[in-house]
C-alpha cells in the first residue's frame, strides 16, 4: 500500500496496461457418460431427471438376453409340460413298447434260434442218427448261412442272432456227417450220393447267383422295364439277402408240411420246439426291422403253424397217450 503510494501516476498507469489477465474459468461441464453406465450422482446433489431417466435407459437389458431369457422360460414350461404329460401316460407307453421294440423281438427270435443250435447240440450228444433227416438238415445249413448274413446287415444290427446261426451252421453240419457215416455203415451208399449230389448243385446255383447278381441287377434296373427294374431295385428284393433269407425259411416250412404225416419217433422235441418260437417271434420282428420284410413274415407265420403241428404229434404222442 505504501509502495503504491510512491509511484508516480504515469508509473502506475504503465504497470496497469502491462498487467496480465488470466483467462475466466470455463464454466462446469458434465463428462460424457458411455452408453450402458450409471451416472454417479453424490449426496446433496439435485436430482436431474432428464438425465437419470436415459441412465435408466441405457441399463436395460440388450434384447438378444431378453430373447434368450423367454426361450428359456418357453423351455421350462415345454418340459414341465412334457414331463406331467409322461406321468399320465407312462403306463401305457411302458406297456406298448415292447410290441413295437425290434431289439426286444429281436432278442426274442434270436434266444429261440440259440434254442435251435442248442437242439442241434443236444441231438448230436443224446439221440441216435438215424433220427436226423438229411433234408431238413440241409436246408437248415442254407437256411443258417443266409440268416447269419441278414442278421448283421439288417438294421437294427442283431449280433446276437448273427451267432446263434453261425453255431447253428457248425452243428448242422456236424448232424450231416454224424447221418452221412450212420448211412454208409448201412449200406445206404445210393442215399447218400444222391443227396451229396443235390447238395453240390445247390451249393453251385448258389455261387453263380452271388457272382452274377449285382451285374443282372443293374443291368434290369437300368432298363427301365416298370415294375420289373422296380422289383430289381427294391431293398427288399430278390437280389438282395432280405429276400433269400425268408425263402430259405419258407424251404423249412416245406419240408414240415411235405412231411406232416412223419413218424412223430423221429421228431426231435428240442428242434421242433425251437423252430416253433421261431415262428412266433419272427411274424413280429419282420415288421419292425428296416427294410421291413413282409416275406419273412408270412413264412414265419406258416413255420409256426407246421412246426407247431410237429410239436403237438410229438407232445400228445410221447406224454398224452
Not at 430289381?232 to 419240408?255: D, L, N, Q, R, Y
Amino acid at each position: 500500500m505504501i509502495g503504491r503510494l510512491m509511484l508516480s501516476p504515469a508509473t502506475r498507469r504503465t504497470a496497469s496496461m502491462l498487467r496480465l489477465r488470466l483467462p475466466s474459468a470455463p464454466a462446469a461441464t458434465k463428462p460424457a457418460v458411455p452408453k450402458g453406465h450409471v451416472v454417479g450422482r453424490r449426496f446433496g446433489d439435485k436430482a436431474n431427471t432428464t438425465t437419470d431417466a436415459a441412465a435408466t435407459k441405457a441399463q436395460a437389458v440388450p434384447p438378444a438376453a431378453v430373447k434368450e431369457g423367454a426361450a428359456s422360460a418357453a423351455k421350462t414350461s415345454e418340459t414341465v409340460a412334457a414331463a406331467k404329460a409322461s406321468e399320465g401316460g407312462s403306463s401305457s407307453s411302458a406297456s406298448s413298447s415292447w410290441w413295437d421294440s425290434a431289439e426286444f423281438w429281436g432278442r426274442c427270435g434270436a434266444l429261440a434260434g440259440w434254442g435251435m443250435s442248442g437242439a442241434a447240440i443236444y441231438d448230436a450228444l443224446e439221440s441216435s442218427p438215424e433220427l436226423i433227416s438229411l433234408n431238413m438238415t440241409g436246408v437248415l445249413l442254407v437256411y443258417s448261412s443266409l440268416f447269419s448274413r441278414w442278421a448283421f446287415v439288417v438294421k437294427p444290427q442283431n449280433l446276437l442272432l448273427a451267432g446263434c446261426h453261425i453255431t447253428n451252421v457248425a452243428a448242422q453240419a456236424n448232424q450231416l456227417r454224424r447221418a452221412v457215416e450212420y448211412k454208409k455203415e448201412h449200406g445206404l451208399d445210393e442215399e447218400v450220393n444222391d443227396i451229396m449230389v443235390k447238395a453240390g448243385a445247390t451249393a453251385a446255383a448258389g455261387a453263380a447267383c452271388v457272382l452274377a447278381g449285382p451285374a443282372v441287377q443293374g443291368a434290369l434296373v437300368n432298363a427301365s422295364l416298370g415294375p420289373i427294374s422296380a422289383v430289381a431295385a427294391a431293398e427288399a428284393g430278390p437280389f438282395t439277402v432280405h429276400f433269400w433269407a425268408p425263402m430259405s425259411k419258407w424251404c423249412i416250412s416245406g419240408a414240415s408240411f411235405l412231411e406232416l404225416d412223419r413218424p412223430t419217433e423221429k421228431i426231435s422235441l428240442a428242434q421242433y420246439s425251437a423252430l416253433t418260437l421261431t415262428g412266433l417271434f419272427f411274424s413280429r420282428y419282420a415288421l419292425l426291422v428296416a427294410p421291413i420284410n413282409y416275406t419273412l413274415c408270412s413264412v414265419n407265420i406258416a413255420l409256426f403253424g407246421s412246426s407247431a403241428w410237429h410239436l403237438g404229434r410229438k407232445v400228445k404222442a410221447d406224454f398224452l397217450s
